[in-house]
């Protein structure tokens, strides 16, 4: 499977910058990406951060792993964290 992989960065609540990228199906719109990214910035206790275009940006096409493919599959995206995510 080929993902599309968002480069993302959103302050966080304590002004901190969490870093991640937000891996999708390479036909899933922005629009669907930002909702992704908010979904997972509620389940890391960080609802209600701005995230738009400014945070989140399309960064290329890249071949999944299997297990990124597989949450792909049972939940629309997958997210590596990076920087500032716990």
Known sequence: MKVAVWDTYVTRKDGKI???DILVDEN????KVY???KKYLKSV???????????CRFCHIDKAPVEVENQIRA??????EME???
């Open 18 to 20: 969490m870093h991640f």
């Open 28 to 31: 899933v719109d922005a629009e």
């Open 35 to 37: 909702d992704y990214g």
């Open 45 to 55: 206790e960080q609802e209600g951060q701005d995230l738009s275009s400014k945070e």
């Open 75 to 80: 939940n629309g995206f997958s997210i590596i």
């Open 84 to 86: 500032n995510c716990n």
